[in-house]
């Protein structure tokens, strides 16, 4: 589901004109689409935006953002955890998190966790696998906890 999930939120930024790169020290965003079912994932998550923080060293505006379901179950820890976060968003905001980004872009803390069980992505186009072969189609929302 993060890869579905991941491929959504990209396909959202490129339409927004942002581009995908492959090395952190190149980005403006970095975002980390994040699962909350099992505690060691969440120190991963913890582990991996203090690793990344380096590159603001060179990228004083870098904006770090967490998204997914961690997002949404710790929200209101994750800034005491990881204080350089400045976006986070819970899945049923990836409809919107274009707009999320550039809110955090312009130096706002943004925490949206809205909790919206209509929302089924319909007409949001997501993003293709880098071989333009292949790509995710979302057949449940939601955690199944199979991790």
Do not use: W
Not at 3 to 18: F, K, M, N, V, W
Request: glycine fraction near 8%; proline fraction near 3%.
């Amino acid at each position: 589901m993060n890869e579905a999930d991941s491929a959504l939120i990209l396909g959202q930024l490129q339409a927004r004109g942002y581009a995908r790169v492959r090395d952190p020290a190149q980005a403006d965003i970095i975002l980390l689409n994040t699962c909350a079912v099992r505690e060691k994932a969440e120190e991963r998550v913890y582990g991996r935006t203090s690793q990344l923080l380096r590159h603001r060293e060179h990228n004083p505006d870098l904006v770090f953002g967490i998204t997914g379901c961690m997002a949404e179950h710790l929200r209101d820890r994750v800034h005491e955890r990881a204080p350089h976060i400045s976006l986070i968003a819970g899945p049923d905001t990836y409809r919107g998190i274009a707009d999320l980004v550039d809110r955090a872009r312009e130096g706002e803390r943004v925490i949206d966790t809205t909790l919206d069980k209509a929302e089924v992505y319909e007409g949001l186009d997501g993003h293709a696998d880098d071989d333009g072969v292949s790509g995710q189609v979302t057949i449940q929302r939601g955690c199944d906890k199979f991790c």
